[in-house]
T-cell receptor, first 111, second 113 residues
Framework: SQQGEEDPQALSIQEGENATMNCSYKTSINNLQWYRQNSGRGLVHLILIRSNEREKHSGRLRVTLDTSKKSSSLLITASRAADTASYFCATDGSGTYKYIFGTGTRLKVLA | NAGVTQTPKFQVLKTGQSMTLQCAQDMNHEYMSWYRQDPGMGLRLIHYSVGAGITDQGEVPNGYNVSRSTTEDFPLRLLSAAPSQTSVYFC????????????FGPGTRLTVT
């Protein structure tokens, strides 16, 4: 399988704390994307980072990319109960359009 | 804009039956794709299309057929349903090239008995 791996598989934190999740992938990439999935629903795009970028911010989200290690991390700062969801990374198969998703991190934010 | 729509929301099939999952988008996206999501796993790409008349296989294409006759629609056909195809199916679309976000439909939950 080409699926990427994410860790941890599950994460439980208190509201206001930061949440960090990591993604490792196997193939070369043009870009890496992070998505959120609320229970039983479709995925929602959060942020895209290109292979020549090392860090990107969007609101409370910070994404880093290390192409030498084939890994990325997503940091959510000052988490809220509404951030409770599953988070997936996805790589673009080096521009082949054959997107490969990670196995996901289930985040639970306790109020 | 309705975005990406999928029908039906739920479906139960018997082994050997065939059916078509419908997907439509109204954003004039060239790229459309089908994924399946099994419990505890991420999404796996079944088939994708980069424009009308152009389709290609993803990671898990066996047992599924697609066609793309219009920009808006990308139906997924199950030829002879098997219990292993019990899953949640998501359709997605985006602009090309592949550095645009994908927009996902709400999913179809399929059970094959």
């Amino acid at each position: 399988s080409q699926q990427g791996e994410e860790d941890p598989q599950a994460l439980s934190i208190q509201e206001g704390e930061n949440a960090t999740m990591n993604c490792s992938y196997k193939t070369s990439i043009n870009n890496l994307q992070w998505y959120r999935q609320n229970s039983g629903r479709g995925l929602v795009h959060l942020i895209l980072i290109r292979s020549n970028e090392r860090e990107k911010h969007s609101g409370r989200l910070r994404v880093t990319l290390d192409t030498s290690k084939k890994s990325s991390s997503l940091l959510i700062t000052a988490s809220r109960a509404a951030d409770t969801a599953s988070y997936f990374c996805a790589t673009d198969g080096s521009g082949t359009y054959k997107y490969i998703f990670g196995t996901g991190t289930r985040l639970k934010v306790l109020a | 804009n309705a975005g990406v729509t999928q029908t039906p929301k739920f479906q139960v099939l018997k082994t050997g039956q065939s059916m078509t999952l419908q997907c439509a988008q109204d954003m004039n996206h060239e790229y459309m794709s089908w994924y399946r999501q099994d419990p505890g796993m991420g999404l796996r790409l079944i088939h994708y299309s980069v424009g009308a008349g152009i389709t290609d296989q993803g990671e898990v294409p066996n047992g599924y057929n697609v066609s793309r006759s219009t920009t808006e629609d990308f139906p997924l056909r199950l030829l002879s349903a098997a219990p292993s195809q019990t899953s949640v199916y998501f359709c997605a679309s985006s602009y090309v090239p592949a550095d645009y976000e994908q927009y996902f439909g709400p999913g179809t939950r399929l059970t094959v008995t």
